[in-house]
């Protein structure tokens, strides 16, 4: 290890030695005083943000080509550690209300994020396999972490059966590659492609790795255990884990096809444009039957898996690909922010074991507490994609960059399913300023300060959206 | 002489067999034995195509060697949960955990 | 038809039994067994290929370590008989295509190519292997090496936390 070499990894090494030392630290903060270790985790994750941001712009490769540093995975990484900022804030402010307050949360949390920036900057197989893992073995213990509560120790089982066995698909898949190269890096890979040519081995390899993955982001034959989990886990964990989780999977798949199997583009192309219709299709109509805010929260981020899908599409058009995946990465900021809002608007409503959590338990909030309910209009039109929120600009950019690679059967299909989804967002919308109720929402300063802070974003950056587009757009892969 | 392809063979039925598994059986440790097949079966397919097609190098090996850590670390979470779940529901039924609920 | 040949026949028939074994035996206990089985063929398998760290591990980590866990659950738990349940109606036959789907894959994949018949790389000193691997992990795989010692604190970390009782 050289220190060229130490210098890319920096951010990575200091996220995992300051959460292996939170960890020790943790047991000498008494158990009334845990808001030490969430400021000291969230002081970790400014740290290595400042460090990561500080490599904007590098473009190099370490520990023999298996590390990569570039713009895409600079923007992948810091929208990981926002998002893991994000997970904190949401943390704090709600799992002592629900009695399941313990400072391994925050390390686990610290763990699971630096699993993801390794998926965003591994070059190499075996670290994009120990990226997974390390993303989500905290990730199951996360969704169980409400450990008294049944339905939390089911999600996180599980999540675990099927993380596991799609782990298991994402491996096979690996294995082949690597048969069919001989190598576990992804360039090398590139090169026995450009030699060998097509062959099945490739083939398969990749479909098997789109299926490992296709778990993980809930794309839709895979997305069976979306809904469950994301009701089961505790709302703070299921914020963190829908954001984080999908940046990362999507950041991996989008490296692995374009910098390993660019030559797949005919061949897989038809498969992502299916696995896009459906996924889209399936999330937002089963939304609509929804009756439990998370679940439809589950099945609308299933719905968005399929548009930031929508991105990828286009990767065998060399023209457009860079828009394209441009479009793709800010719809990631877009979901991002929104997510983290509506997830929680839900913690704050949210009150002892699982209360709170219906659509009826919304009623009246528009009137007992407007700026709540205002922010939560804002998240909901924001998922719709209306103006003036950054989810009609997401849209926006992705439609036109698929109709510019000539996908036009995708982009009407987007653009109803928005129609449909359009239904239960504004239903909610409607319940909460047309019909009388009595909710009751948690003042909490970190969740005000939480989804405040997002619904301002999401109206201001609609407003000027061109620096995040810019930025965006300079952080593609090439 | 063996050739590759029974290895790859050999490594593509355990893997069936234990996809079958995890779809069909309904108990939770029952599921993970056969999560575990299948990783076993991948790590024969690494190291065969090691053998035959990198001897030299140490990729395929050392692929395995952290897969088979990786392996533990899964069980021991997993096992741990199954644990936690039966300690409160009395089952490790995946059905009366209504995981095929989608 | 060479001794190896026979070898691998019976091996891998008795791989395929033992897995068959574990998916269809009602009893925990032996599912569990059966798998160590098919585990310790296995890593006969790695001795064929030349790899034998690999071999020591498959039967320390995996037969060992990782079964008697299960085996140890198992007991712990008193689950040793798995109910019989009521599948539903599709399930099995969902099942049943996919796996077949997987292998017919596999299958055609494995004929459509000849190179993969190609003859063995000259041998290589066996016992050069460990060290081979060792020096491989601590020079050229630094980084996957230590990030595995992270999950390993991981998974550490959870199973405490998942089963420590004090609330």
Request: hydrophobic share 50%; proline share 5%; charged share 10%.
């Given at each position: 290890m050289t220190a060229a070499d130490f210098s890319l990894f920096l951010p990575l090494a200091v996220l995992l030695i300051w959460a292996t030392v939170l960890l020790i630290v943790d047991l000498f903060i008494p158990k009334e005083r845990k808001g030490w270790t969430a400021s000291l985790s969230a002081l970790g994750l400014a740290l290595t943000l400042f460090l990561s941001l500080r490599q904007w712009g590098e473009t190099a490769s370490g520990f023999g080509e298996m590390l990569r540093v570039d713009p895409f995975a600079t923007f992948i990484n810091a929208l990981l550690l926002l998002s893991g900022l994000g997970g904190v804030l949401l943390a704090y402010g709600s799992i002592r209300r629900h009695g399941v307050e313990r400072g391994e949360y925050y390390t686990l949390l610290l763990f699971s994020v630096s699993g993801m920036m390794l998926m965003a900057q591994a070059r190499d197989l075996i670290l994009l396999f120990l990226g997974l893992e390390l993303l989500s073995i905290p990730l199951y213990v996360l969704a169980a972490f409400a450990l008294p509560r049944l339905d939390s120790e089911e999600a996180g089982l599980k999540y675990f059966l099927l993380g596991a066995f799609a782990s298991g698909f994402f491996l096979y898949g690996t294995a082949l590659l690597y048969g069919a190269s001989g190598t576990t890096l992804l360039s090398g890979i590139a090169q026995a492609w450009s030699q060998a040519g097509r062959n099945l081995f490739f083939l398969v390899g990749a479909a098997l790795i789109l299926v490992g993955l296709g778990f993980k982001v809930a794309l839709v034959p895979f997305h069976m255990w979306t809904p469950d989990v994301y009701q089961g886990a505790p709302t703070a964990v299921t914020g963190f884990m829908a954001a984080g989780a999908k940046i990362a999977g999507f950041a991996a798949l989008w490296r692995i096809f374009t910098e390993a199997l660019p030559g797949l583009a005919p061949d897989v192309t038809p498969i992502l444009w299916a696995l896009s219709a459906l996924t889209m299709l399936l999330g937002n109509l089963l939304a609509i039957a929804q009756k439990n805010v998370k679940r439809m929260l589950a099945y609308s981020s299933i719905a968005h898996a399929g548009y930031i899908l929508m991105a990828f599409v286009p990767f065998g058009v060399p023209q457009v690909?860079?828009?394209?995946?441009?479009?793709?990465?800010?719809?990631?900021?877009?979901?991002?922010?929104?997510?983290?809002?509506?997830?929680?608007?839900?913690?704050?409503?949210?009150?002892?074991?699982?209360?709170?959590?219906?659509?009826?338990?919304?009623?009246?909030?528009?009137?007992?507490?407007?700026?709540?309910?205002?922010?939560?209009?804002?998240?909901?039109?924001?998922?719709?994609?209306?103006?003036?929120?950054?989810?009609?600009?997401?849209?926006?950019?992705?439609?036109?960059?698929?109709?510019?690679?000539?996908?036009?059967?995708?982009?009407?299909?987007?653009?109803?399913?928005?129609?449909?989804?359009?239904?239960?967002?504004?239903?909610?919308?409607?319940?909460?300023?047309?019909?009388?109720?009595?909710?009751?929402?948690v003042a909490n300063p970190w969740l005000n300060l939480t989804w405040g802070a997002m619904a301002i974003l999401t109206v201001l950056f609609s407003l000027i959206p061109a620096p995040l587009f810019w930025w965006a757009s300079q952080s593609v892969l090439r | 002489m063996i050739p590759l392809s029974w290895y790859l063979w050999l490594s593509a039925a355990l893997f069936s067999v234990g996809l079958f598994g995890v779809l069909a059986r309904r108990n939770a440790i029952a599921i993970l034995l056969a999560i575990e097949l299948m990783l076993n079966a991948v790590n024969i397919n690494l190291v065969a195509f090691w053998r035959y097609l990198t001897p030299g190098q140490m990729n395929g090996q050392v692929f395995a060697v952290i897969v088979l850590a990786v392996a533990a670390a899964e069980v021991a979470v997993g096992l741990a949960l199954v644990i936690s779940v039966y300690r409160r529901r009395q089952t490790v039924v995946a059905d009366e955990l209504d995981l095929l609920k989608w | 038809m060479s001794l190896e040949l026979l070898l691998f026949l019976i091996l891998a028939l008795i791989a395929i039994a033992s897995a068959l074994g574990m998916l269809l035996s009602r009893h925990a206990v032996y599912a569990a067994l059966f798998l160590v089985l098919n585990f310790a063929t296995v890593a006969v398998f790695y001795l064929l290929l030349n790899a034998p760290f690999i071999a020591m591990a498959q039967i320390t980590v995996y037969a060992g370590a990782i079964m008697v866990l299960f085996l140890f659950v198992i007991m712990l738990l008193g689950t040793e008989v798995l109910p019989p349940s009521p599948v539903l109606p599709w399930q099995r036959p969902l099942a049943f295509l996919l796996a077949l789907g997987l292998l017919a894959e596999s299958v055609y994949l494995l004929f459509f190519r000849q190179r993969l018949t190609l003859s063995l790389p000259a041998t290589i000193d066996p016992f050069s292997g460990p060290k081979a691997i060792g020096q491989a992990l601590f020079t050229g795989y630094l980084l996957p090496f230590e990030i595995t010692s992270i999950l390993l604190l991981v998974a550490m970390v959870g199973a405490i936390l998942l089963t420590r009782k004090e609330r």
């Open positions: 690909r860079d828009v394209a995946l441009a479009a793709g990465l800010f719809y990631l900021i877009t979901y991002a922010i929104t997510n983290f809002g509506a997830w929680a608007v839900v913690s704050a409503l949210e009150r002892q074991a699982g209360q709170g959590l219906e659509l009826d338990d919304y009623a009246g909030l528009g009137s007992k507490a407007p700026a709540l309910a205002l922010a939560m209009t804002v998240f909901m039109l924001s998922l719709t994609g209306v103006p003036p929120t950054l989810g009609l600009i997401g849209k926006f950019y992705l439609f036109r960059s698929v109709i510019e690679a000539g996908f036009y059967g995708l982009a009407v299909l987007g653009v109803l399913t928005s129609l449909i989804s359009a239904y239960y967002y504004l239903r909610l919308v409607v319940i909460m300023y047309m019909r009388p109720g009595e909710p009751q929402p | - | -």
